[in-house]
């Protein structure tokens, strides 16, 4: 449960990441489909962050449209300036505070990767791994002189294949090098056994960003199925394949039947429907014509696993009349293209071109290709990122940051813990329960304390594909070391260099990159009020993740385990519903609505996130009252400071994309929405019946 989603694609390289890893955990924004960018216990004191002297307000106030009231839109009232005069910059397909603060983040990795490629290094060292890594990819030169060639031996992997059964090792090793395959194995832990790492199965395949896309009948979908139709047909003729066009078209129909077995994103959200263990010997009663012997030995867990969980088994079911529907030379076709349009951003311009023009152009309305460093400083960052961390937080991140959050948190589950006592619609029983689990939450700020180790990762000057095959192999090792051991609970999801935050129910974990602890989230000379309003809020969104549609299924221990008396559960859920109904109105552009199931648990997260960090910044006054600076009181500061961190601007392409496959809503959406169900705002902004930030008290909804 992350804080956001994929407001930093890198929109010309397309690679996937391994989707079956970590399942639930849930981030402040999407971590996008490319690799490369483009995802303290509890105290009893309520300590004040700093005395309220000689700080400015921390408020952005030339963005704000005095034309717009903020009774009616106060979005807008804060960022309407912005809006009107800042245009999305060519390379991207989304522009705000999250797209701003990356930016800042790859020029200062860039500088980083700069300086180690200046050192002297020994081979094997970090600083030589980074240099030649990022090396290689700024040679276009030798790339382009090179063509398919780099991808030639997995090419000669596909054509050797001689029957059907053996398309289940080619699907292994393919996932294995994060081409695209119709299934896919991650390591995670079992939800019902935190203490215990298992191996999960789930549904994969597809080459455009969700099932939608090839099942809705939308004129948009239509145009980008022809679009792609022509994307596969191109990939395959620039490898030099006769037959393209025949193949384009057979290609899309197994991607299509895929995407009618596929669960939708609403159904993967619920949880105990994906907790299906199998025994080893019985995967091949689900799909009986994939090799699973073959299959396991590809991913090297024969004999290490006797059991699996399966995602979806009406998936692998219906699996395995797709296997016997198509020919071996229409499955040699897919992996083939797969392959190749995976690893298309390594390889020559023509192929980098062809990319862009689809995944950007097409899909997203991306009109230019970022720079050439910038896309390499996101490819060593997405691979060796915890090299480049190190270095990142030694010279952007100060103990003084790390102290002052850790204060924060604390003010945030004191008063998370007193909002639950004062909860009118929950029982006794539940609310010792519930205050368990906050009791032990665990909390991570700003960067590991143990560094992921890249020592035996071997990196050659000169060979960029066999770079990263290297470099997906060592990861998989990772992942498959895991078995059997205890659980790691120091590792990081992502990197301290991110500009995100996430909640890991397994964990029971809340986690702040230090790249997310910079104006407008968190400033260190403003005053308290905007930074409870936009990082602590952050803070309660994430802490917020273990008591909403889905975290709230699991306990303090990380283990799904159902905490709630059945009358406590049955209010929870009358008010999810409700919830659901709320956003389920918004349309963001004409024809597509907000999907209140999927961003159920993300509404939720924002929803109680601002209001306990609204509750958490009146204990910080400590009965005083808050200053006022520049004529606004305190708590207009507080809810000030949410809007305006929410602050951007996308395409309508890319938000149609996310609008589908994004479990958070639309920012704007995140701002007002949320605003509208807190009653302390009506009070801070006299807000009234006929206003359109106007809900009847009963219709607001209040969860924690
Ligand atoms: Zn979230």
């Not at 700080?55 to 009774?71: N, R, T, V, W």
């Not at 059907?164 to 994060?178: K, N």
């Not at 604390?410 to 609310?431: C, F, H, P, R, V």
């Not at 609008?659 to 809503?665: A, W």
Request: one cysteine or more.
């Amino acid at each position: 449960m992350k804080l956001n989603s994929a407001k930093t694609p890198s929109q010309s390289m397309k690679m996937k990441v391994k989707f079956v890893k970590n399942t639930l955990a849930c981030a402040l924004l999407m971590i996008t489909s490319s690799v490369w960018a483009d995802t303290v216990q509890p105290q009893q004191t309520t300590a004040t962050i700093t005395p309220h002297t000689a700080k400015h307000a921390g408020l952005e106030q030339q963005y704000f449209d005095p034309a717009i009231s903020e009774k009616n839109d106060f979005y807008e009232h804060i960022n309407g300036k912005w809006l009107k005069n800042t245009d999305i910059p060519a390379d991207k397909s989304s522009w705000g505070t999250f797209n701003i603060l990356h930016e800042q983040s790859v020029q200062q990795l860039h500088e980083i990767v700069e300086e180690l490629s200046k050192q002297q290094f020994v081979d094997g060292s970090s600083a030589q791994q980074v240099a030649d890594f990022y090396a290689d990819y700024m040679d276009e030169k030798n790339l382009n002189s090179l063509g398919i060639q780099p991808l030639k031996a997995e090419l000669d992997r596909v054509n050797t294949l001689s029957n059907i059964q053996q398309i289940a090792g080619l699907t292994a090793h393919f996932s294995r090098i994060g081409v695209t395959s119709p299934f896919d194995v991650g390591i995670d832990q079992d939800m019902k056994d935190s203490t215990q790492m298992i191996a999960v199965m789930g549904q994969s395949g597809l080459g455009l960003p969700d099932r939608d896309y090839y099942l809705k009948n939308d004129a948009k979908f239509k145009q980008i199925r022809a679009d792609y139709l022509k994307y596969i047909e191109k990939t395959l003729q620039l490898a030099g394949e006769t037959e393209a066009a025949q193949y384009a078209q057979q290609i899309m129909q197994l991607e299509t039947d895929i995407a009618k077995a596929q669960w939708s994103n609403v159904q993967n959200r619920d949880v105990p429907k994906l907790y299906n263990i199998y025994k080893i010997q019985d995967l091949s009663k689900l799909s009986p014509a994939i090799d699973w012997t073959a299959y396991l030995d590809g991913q090297q867990l024969t004999g290490k696993i006797q059991t699996i969980q399966v995602l979806q088994p009406s998936y692998f079911k219906a699996l395995n009349s797709i296997v016997k529907k198509n020919s071996l030379p229409v499955w040699k076709a897919y992996f083939k293209y797969h392959l190749i349009s995976d690893y298309s951003s390594l390889l020559s311009q023509d192929f980098v071109d062809n990319s862009f023009d689809f995944y950007s152009k097409k899909l997203r309305d991306v009109q230019e290709q970022q720079p050439r460093w910038k896309r390499g400083v996101q490819l060593v960052n997405s691979t060796l990122g915890e090299s480049l961390g190190q270095v990142y937080v030694q010279k952007h991140f100060s103990a003084e940051k790390k102290q002052r959050m850790e204060v924060l948190v604390q003010n945030l589950i004191k008063a998370y813990g007193q909002s639950i006592d004062d909860l009118d619609w929950m029982s006794a029983e539940t609310k010792l329960k519930a205050k368990a689990k906050l009791a032990s939450f665990s909390v991570k700020i700003g960067y590991p304390d143990q560094w992921r180790d890249y020592s035996g990762l071997h990196i050659q000057k000169n060979d960029l594909i066999g770079n990263i095959l290297r470099t997906r192999e060592f990861e998989h090792q990772y992942q498959l070391s895991k078995l059997g051991k205890p659980v790691n609970r120091a590792e990081w999801l992502m990197n301290p260099q991110t500009i995100n935050a996430y909640y890991n129910p397994s964990l029971n974990e809340i986690v702040f990159p230090a790249a997310i602890l910079q104006p407008p989230f968190f400033d260190m000379n403003a005053d308290d009020a905007v930074n409870y309003g936009a990082i602590g809020a952050i803070i309660g969104h994430e802490i917020s993740h273990g008591f909403d549609d889905q975290g709230s299924q699991f306990d303090g221990q990380g283990n799904m385990n159902n905490w709630w008396t059945a009358e406590d559960h049955k209010r929870f859920t009358e008010k999810t519903k409700a919830l659901v109904a709320q956003y389920n109105r918004y349309e963001p552009l004409p024809g597509f609505h907000v999907n209140g199931e999927l961003t159920l648990g993300e509404n939720i997260a924002d929803n109680s996130g601002l209001a306990v960090a609204y509750k958490a910044y009146q204990l910080s006054l400590n009965g005083q009252p808050a200053p006022v600076i520049n004529q606004w009181t305190g708590e207009q500061r507080f809810y000030m400071g949410w809007a305006q961190a929410w602050r951007s601007k996308i395409r309508d392409a890319r938000q149609i994309e996310l609008l589908k496959s994004d479990p958070h809503s639309p920012d704007k959406v995140r701002a007002n929405a949320t605003l509208m169900n807190q009653t302390p705002f009506y009070d801070a902004f006299k807000i009234k019946v006929g206003d359109k930030m106007y809900l009847p008290a009963e219709k607001r909804v209040n969860i924690w």
